[in-house]
């Protein structure tokens, strides 16, 4: 079948543009207290990201062409082309046994010119992850965790060429990945600590597989407040139907916890 490809990226190409967004993440930490007592956490940052990858569609209405974006956007012009970004998460504690949800909604655009065609890309994205976790007081440092992780993707692209003809696709899916992960959160003393995340998912059950790594260092103000800066990478790789989805998302994270 004969491949379009879309956008392509390169340095030295001035009429290509890539996007970068700022939007807002709530990893969980832990919070020291009773372990009959519930313990609750919120935490807003900020998250300079970028995306790598490619999405789109492989035999477009069954025409024997794949159009196919290649997408690789950074962070360097943070909020150039972000359209919309919601993002909340939580989590609850009751002795050794909690629960964490995050909430991530964000809508992406991005253009450029190939071959004198005006090529227009649209990515929008939600996902929610639950995941129960579970850390008994001998495990003085380690919690380990299971659950799910939604994702809802649509891709839009159009393209215009230099007659003013017009061809696009506009296609998405939604999938529910499986996932287990492991949480090692060390302090280094009273007011420094580190954490280390990772979770790995999929199995073919949705994507082919996903998989999502943490890396932060705290301090903590006060009993309440934590300031953390940290670096997330997520991937996922999923085929359906003829929709394509294959993306990394990774950058640095600026934030707050606030546990009570």
């Not at 949480?183 to 999929?202: H, S, T, V």
């Not at 009993?223 to 990774?250: C, K, M, N, Q, W």
Request: glycine share 10%; with cysteine.
């Amino acid at each position: 079948m004969k491949k379009i490809s879309v956008i392509e990226r390169r340095a030295h190409d001035q009429d290509t543009r890539s996007y970068r967004v700022v939007i807002l993440v709530m990893p969980t930490l832990c919070h020291a207290g009773s372990p009959d007592e519930w313990q609750f956490e919120v935490s807003p940052y900020l998250w300079a990201v970028g995306k790598d990858g490619r999405t789109g569609v492989k035999n477009v209405r069954g025409t024997g062409v794949d159009l196919i974006a290649d997408v690789d956007l950074s962070f360097s012009d943070i909020l150039e082309n972000l359209d919309m970004a919601l993002l909340v998460n939580g989590q609850a504690q009751k002795g050794p046994w909690g629960i964490r949800m995050d909430f991530v909604h964000m809508t992406v655009s991005t253009g450029t010119t190939v071959n004198a065609a005006r090529a227009e890309l649209e990515v929008s994205e939600t996902a929610w992850t639950t995941a129960l976790f579970y850390k008994p007081e001998r495990w003085k440092y380690f919690d380990v965790f299971a659950g799910f992780r939604l994702i809802d993707a649509n891709t839009e692209i159009d393209i215009i060429g230099a007659m003013g003809r017009s061809a696009g696709t506009d296609i998405g899916d939604t999938w529910v990945d499986p996932i287990v992960g492991v949480n090692f959160q060390y302090p280094l003393n009273e007011k420094w600590g580190m954490i280390l995340r990772a979770d790995m998912g999929g199995f073919g059950v949705g994507s082919d597989f996903t998989w999502q790594g943490t890396a932060a260092i705290r301090y903590r103000v006060s009993d309440l407040i934590i300031l953390d800066l940290a670096y997330r990478y997520f991937e996922a790789d999923y085929e359906e139907d003829g929709y394509v989805y294959d993306l990394s998302t990774e950058g640095p994270l600026l934030g707050v916890t606030f546990a009570f």
